[in-house]
């Protein structure tokens, strides 16, 4: 695995950091690029992991990420997406300020149904079969959460570079573990643990980084401008957390009922097929709708125009 680590750090090197600038286009093909790396690892690792894990394994992981999918879409109630959009960065920082605080209570709110009522919890989704394995949710939205915040600011500043690394680092993490996991014993919770480890090594490599350009700006953060940017923005809440909760809906409620009616094991034959079939290109495409989001606000701040009011 370090081996393999080095070798994706020398294309880090060669293909994202020294990648000639040429506006969003260099953009676009970096992040595009840091996201087929990415897979390309997942690639070369997954006939070990399906060799670890059996194809039910497999299932409960598509329902543990199904469930995640669907309350983390909101979890910051979308205040999040607007973070590249203000002009100053006394705004922006409040907005992150902002975003961070309710996905703690959110978190909480849902840490706390899991708690009291898990198996009823479960069964709003027919998925019993993640019942041993709930505690993980709350931990799961929390960790999604950030790592859903944080790269917005890195779009905000238009580290690209930084967020297709961190693409990278996700996928190594989140390997690395399954597999170690996966050899000590081979069960449903090595590779929930595993796709956690990954999202949060790709959030601290945007974190790390992030800190140091912006620890500055912390001491902007006042529960005044909270309350502030939380009006101006407040559209994102009342529209766009909806809008993302029935796309959400969507795409992830088909495989709970295939869980639920064809079980674990139908359900992670089809995860597998996905995984090689349909995510690369999900990927690939947020990647460019990232690009297009921070390009877009940045032109709206240029112009000196506000996006939604």
Same mark, same amino acid.
Not at 14 to 21: A, M, S
Not at 171 to 187: F, P
């Given at each position: 695995?370090?081996k393999?680590?080095?070798?994706?750090?020398?294309?880090?090197?060669?293909?994202?950091?020294?990648?000639?600038?040429?506006?969003?286009?260099?953009?676009?093909?970096?992040?595009?690029?840091? *996201?087929?790396?990415?897979?390309?690892?997942? +690639?070369?690792? @997954?006939?070990?992991? *399906? %060799?670890?894990?059996?194809?039910?394994?497999?299932?409960?992981?598509? $329902?543990?990420?199904?469930?995640i !999918?669907i309350? *983390?879409?909101?979890?910051?109630?979308?205040?999040?997406?607007?973070?590249?959009?203000? /002009?100053?960065?006394?705004?922006?920082?409040?907005?992150?300020?902002?975003?961070?605080?309710?996905? +703690? =209570? =959110?978190?909480?709110?849902?840490?706390?149904?899991?708690?009291?009522? !898990?198996?009823?919890?479960?069964?709003?989704?027919?998925?019993?079969?993640?019942?041993?394995?709930?505690?993980?949710?709350?931990?799961?939205?929390?960790?999604?959460?950030?790592?859903? $915040?944080?790269?917005?600011?890195? =779009?905000?500043e238009?580290t690209y570079k930084?967020? #297709?690394?961190?693409? =990278?680092?996700?996928?190594?993490?989140?390997?690395?573990?399954?597999?170690?996991?996966?050899?000590?014993? #081979?069960?449903?919770?090595?590779?929930?643990?595993?796709q956690?480890?990954?999202?949060?090594?790709?959030?601290?490599?945007?974190? %790390?980084?992030?800190?140091n350009?912006?620890?500055?700006?912390?001491?902007?953060i006042?529960?005044? %401008?909270?309350?502030?940017?939380?009006?101006?923005? %407040?559209?994102?809440?009342?529209?766009?957390?909806?809008? @993302?909760?029935?796309?959400?809906? !969507?795409?992830?409620?088909?495989?709970?009922?295939?869980?639920a009616?064809?079980g674990? /094991?139908?359900?992670?034959?089809?995860?597998?097929?996905?995984? $090689?079939m +349909?995510v690369?290109?999900?990927?690939?495409?947020?990647?460019?709708?990232?690009?297009?989001? !921070?390009?877009?606000?940045? *032109?709206?701040?240029?112009?000196?125009?506000?996006?939604?009011?």
């Amino acid at each position: 695995m370090l081996k393999i680590r080095k070798i994706f750090h020398i294309l880090e090197n060669k293909f994202i950091d020294r990648f000639p600038d040429m506006g969003w286009v260099s953009d676009v093909v970096i992040l595009t690029g840091g *996201t087929a790396l990415g897979q390309v690892l997942a +690639v070369i690792f @997954s006939p070990i992991i *399906t %060799r670890i894990y059996s194809p039910a394994d497999m299932g409960v992981l598509t $329902v543990f990420l199904s469930i995640i !999918g669907i309350i *983390t879409v909101s979890a910051a109630l979308s205040y999040d997406m607007a973070i590249p959009i203000p /002009e100053d960065d006394n705004s922006a920082i409040n907005l992150l300020a902002l975003s961070l605080v309710i996905l +703690v =209570i =959110i978190t909480i709110f849902v840490g706390g149904i899991v708690f009291f009522w !898990g198996n009823q919890f479960l069964s709003i989704f027919d998925a019993e079969l993640l019942s041993g394995y709930e505690w993980l949710l709350p931990i799961g939205l929390l960790i999604v959460g950030l790592h859903s $915040v944080f790269t917005y600011w890195a =779009i905000r500043e238009k580290t690209y570079k930084l967020i #297709a690394k961190s693409k =990278i680092s996700k996928n190594i993490g989140m390997i690395a573990t399954q597999v170690v996991l996966g050899l000590i014993s #081979a069960n449903p919770l090595g590779l929930i643990i595993g796709q956690l480890v990954g999202f949060v090594s790709g959030a601290s490599a945007i974190i %790390r980084q992030l800190h140091n350009k912006s620890k500055n700006l912390i001491s902007l953060i006042s529960i005044k %401008r909270i309350k502030k940017v939380a009006f101006r923005y %407040r559209r994102f809440p009342l529209l766009s957390s909806w809008s @993302s909760l029935l796309n959400a809906l !969507g795409s992830q409620l088909p495989l709970l009922l295939i869980s639920a009616i064809y079980g674990a /094991e139908i359900l992670g034959w089809m995860a597998l097929g996905q995984k $090689v079939m +349909v995510v690369p290109l999900s990927l690939i495409a947020k990647s460019v709708s990232q690009v297009f989001f !921070g390009e877009i606000a940045d *032109t709206a701040k240029q112009k000196n125009k506000s996006v939604l009011i």
